[in-house]
C-alpha cells in the first residue's frame, strides 16, 4: 500500500543504453513529477504533470522524455545514456499545484548507475 | 535563482538539544516547505508555511518565516537519534516549482 511507488529501485546500465523508470501513486492526486539528486544533494525538478499534461519542463536535455498515460502514472524514458546522467531520480505527486501550495509526497528514489 | 539555501551545511548536536537550521531564499514566494530525507530514503514533507504566516508549530518542529529577510529557520525542540537526517527548504514560486538547496544534515549524537 505504498503511497508512491518506483521501480526498479536499483539500475546499473552501459552508456549508450536507453532505460524507463516507473511512477505510480495511490494518493488519487492531480499532480506528478520527476526530481534529480546529485551527488552533492542537490534535488532538481525536471518535469511535472497536473491531469496528464505536462505544466513544467525544465532545462533537461531532450534525451529525457516523461510519459503520463494516466493521472496515476507518470514514467520517465532515457535514451542514449550518459555518464552525467548517474543520480537519483524521484518521482513525487501532490494534489494539485495551486498557488497556495501543496504538500508532496516522495517515492523512494530509483538509483541509477550509467557505468 | 531562487534555491533555498540551507545554512549551516551540517549540524552535529547532543541527544536532547534543540537543532536549528536556516533557510535563505532570493525571490518572492507563495509560501515554504520544509523536508526531512533520511538516508537512502525519499523526501518526507515537514511543514508548509505560508507567505502571510510568521510562525508555525507541529509536534517538536517550529518553524519561522520572515519574508523581508527572505529567510525561514526550523527548530527542532529535544532532539532525538531518529531526527538524524538531511532537511531541505523549498520556496514555491506558486507554480509547485520547489527548488530544493543541498540541505543540512543533522546529526544527534546518543
Known amino acids: 500500500d505504498t503511497a508512491v511507488s518506483q521501480t526498479p529501485k536499483y539500475l546499473v546500465t552501459q552508456m549508450g543504453n536507453d532505460k524507463s523508470i516507473k511512477c505510480e501513486q495511490n494518493l488519487g492526486h492531480d499532480t506528478m513529477y520527476w526530481y534529480k539528486q546529485d551527488s552533492k544533494k542537490f534535488l532538481k525538478i525536471m518535469f511535472s504533470y497536473n491531469n496528464k499534461e505536462l505544466i513544467i519542463n525544465e532545462t533537461v536535455p531532450n534525451r529525457f522524455s516523461p510519459k503520463s498515460p494516466d493521472k496515476a502514472h507518470l514514467n520517465l524514458h532515457i535514451n542514449s545514456l550518459e555518464l552525467g546522467d548517474s543520480a537519483v531520480y524521484f518521482c513525487a505527486s501532490s494534489q494539485g499545484w495551486g498557488p497556495r501550495g501543496n504538500e508532496q509526497f516522495f517515492g523512494p528514489g530509483t538509483r541509477l548507475t550509467v557505468l | 535563482s531562487q534555491q533555498g539555501e540551507e545554512d549551516p551545511q551540517a549540524l552535529s548536536i547532543q541527544e536532547g538539544e534543540n537543532a536549528t537550521m536556516n533557510c535563505s531564499y532570493k525571490?518572492?514566494?507563495?509560501?515554504l516547505q520544509w523536508y526531512r530525507q533520511n538516508s537512502g530514503r525519499g523526501l518526507v514533507h515537514l511543514i508548509l508555511i505560508r507567505s502571510n504566516e510568521r510562525e508555525k508549530h507541529s509536534g517538536r518542529l517550529r518553524v519561522t518565516l520572515d519574508t523581508s529577510k527572505k529567510s525561514s529557520s526550523l527548530l527542532i525542540t529535544a532532539s532525538r537519534a531518529a531526527d538524524t537526517a538531511s532537511y531541505f527548504c523549498?520556496?514555491?514560486?506558486?507554480?509547485?516549482?520547489?527548488?530544493f538547496g543541498q540541505g543540512t544534515r543533522l546529526t544527534i549524537n546518543p
Open positions: 523549498a520556496p514555491d514560486q506558486g507554480a509547485q516549482k520547489l527548488v
Open positions: 525571490t518572492s514566494i507563495n509560501n
